[in-house]
């Protein structure tokens, strides 16, 4: 009987390496894009210490930071460090107030303005200037709080207290909004004596920073960043709505209460220090979406640090195109800023980046 011969069994193939999950990568690449989102702002600080009108090299810029020795050493210390410090300040605090405003009026178009908050503080500002001749920091600050912190306390009110919902907030912000600016274009059109000290702060700028103001703002800022940290898990649980909020754990009336006064923190330091700068919490925030998607856990973070690289760019720039003069930043801000703030307005929606 003839033999039969069997094929030598096959190995198995072998089995392809496994892919991490889509969750896995998506996280790995939002932390690689936050990653190349603080070199961006390192590179922007470098250049808005090397820049101006005396320009300096990257060697002279860092020289004349660490050496009190060097040639450079009084143009960066007393001119460009208390600006680039301000300019890192008040666009992480409008970056944060202007996403945490977004997340909580549930409108991505929205910015610290809509509630009337930068209104508030501006009013109060412009009145400390043409009623008690106050032209400092320290008596800005608390005159920009308390117009902030009235602004947010009657904002709540009228809007509905812990009933409050993200329309009628919107409502009565752009209400106490065209009040409250009607109000300072009154002012400086009848105190004409005080017009010209208004005139500069009005504008929104970072030319007259100075270390004693970085170092009074600083700790607004700090306590105005940990709170609107704080709040991206209460924020998430809100935007799937007030009662799946509570079911999950969240207390919307405490959210509410405490981004307001996040908000308030934010935009009084900045507005005080710098003036009603626009369009730095309304466009960032939109534009990091883009990239991060709806989570705040990753969109705070985000706007911390691209909001400060774009202002600090802004103001670079503001320095360079009209040389010997420069343009303020809150100007350009609003130049440069409007087609690109459209682009995205009109941008499909299938190439957003989905959360």
């Not at 020289?63 to 680039?84: A, E, F, K, N, W």
């Not at 032209?135 to 009228?158: D, E, K, P, R």
Request: proline residues 7%; hydrophobic residues 55%.
């Amino acid at each position: 009987m003839p033999l039969t011969r069997t094929a030598p069994p096959t190995a198995p193939a072998p089995a392809p390496a496994a892919r991490p999950p889509a969750p896995a990568r998506r996280q790995s690449a939002r932390a690689l894009g936050l990653v190349a989102a603080v070199l961006l702002l390192l590179a922007v600080l470098v250049l808005s210490l090397a820049v101006g009108a005396k320009p300096l090299s990257v060697g002279q810029a860092w020289d004349g930071l660490l050496h009190r020795g060097s040639g450079s050493y009084t143009v960066v210390h007393q001119m460009r460090l208390p600006r680039t410090l301000l300019g890192l300040l008040a666009g992480i605090a409008l970056g944060l107030a202007g996403a945490v405003m977004q997340a909580l009026t549930r409108n991505p178009l929205a910015d610290p303005g809509l509630l009337g908050i930068n209104a508030g503080a501006s009013a109060a500002v412009v009145s400390a200037i043409s009623f008690f001749g106050i032209v400092s920091f320290a008596g800005f600050v608390w005159f920009a709080f308390a117009g902030a912190g009235a602004v947010a306390v009657l904002l709540y009110a009228v809007g509905g207290g812990r009933g409050a919902t993200p329309a009628r907030l919107a409502l009565a912000g752009s209400a106490l909004n065209a009040a409250l600016y009607s109000y300072v274009n009154a002012v400086q059109l009848l105190d004409t004596a005080s017009l010209d000290r208004m005139r500069f702060w009005t504008v929104g700028s970072l030319a007259a920073a100075q270390t004693s103001t970085v170092e009074k703002v600083a700790p607004f800022v700090a306590v105005g960043l940990v709170l609107a940290l704080l709040l991206a898990r209460p924020l998430n649980a809100m935007a799937m709505g007030e009662d799946a909020a509570r079911a999950l754990g969240a207390r919307p009336g405490r959210a509410k209460i405490l981004a307001i006064a996040a908000v308030t923190l934010l935009c009084g330091a900045a507005t005080a220090a710098c003036g009603p700068i626009i369009f730095v919490g309304l466009m960032v925030p939109h534009l990091v979406r883009a990239l991060t998607g709806p989570d705040l856990r990753w969109l705070l973070p985000y706007c911390a640090v691209l909001a400060p690289a774009l202002m600090l760019a802004a103001d670079v720039l503001g320095r360079v195109v009209v040389r010997p003069s420069e343009l303020q930043v809150g100007i350009v801000m609003v130049v440069a800023g409007g087609p690109v703030f459209l682009y995205f307005v009109r941008r499909p929606r299938s190439k957003a980046v989905a959360a």
